[in-house]
């Protein structure tokens, strides 16, 4: 079994920062893709920026610019630096993690419980 631990969810001014943690435990042979979500209420949950076991990475267009993801292999651990936030970008979110319990298996997906982010003066 997998599980996912994000932390560094808070209450932060407009134009404030942030970053986001979460970190994967249990007998995992390799975690391919990494990515945070995000969802507020009443609205879809929607991707917010990925990343790749090589460092590739992918954005939404709504944080590109503002938002920083990484990752560290050797610890399981993914990042999200958010800078320059806004009200609208208050929300729960979510990080992903895509894995194989073994060489060759199936890739399987697996969520965090979610960290609220709230961005108010």
């Known amino acids: 079994q997998v599980q996912l631990v994000e932390s560094g969810g808070g209450l932060v001014q407009p134009g404030g920062s942030l970053t986001l943690s979460c970190a994967a435990s249990g007998s995992i042979f390799s975690i391919n893709a990494m990515g945070w979500y995000r969802q507020a209420p009443g609205k879809q949950r929607d991707l917010v920026a990925a990343?790749?076991?090589?460092?590739?990475?992918n954005y939404a267009d709504f944080v590109k610019g503002r938002f920083t993801i990484s990752r560290d292999n050797a610890k399981n651990t993914v990042y999200l630096q958010m800078n320059s936030l806004k009200p609208e970008d208050t929300a729960v979110y979510y990080c992903?993690?895509?894995?194989?319990?073994?060489?060759?298996?199936?890739?399987?997906?697996?969520w965090g419980p979610g960290t609220q982010v709230t961005v108010s003066s």
């Open positions: 990343i790749t076991r090589d460092g590739s990475t």
């Open positions: 992903n993690a895509r894995y194989r319990l073994r060489p060759g298996g199936f890739e399987l997906s697996t």
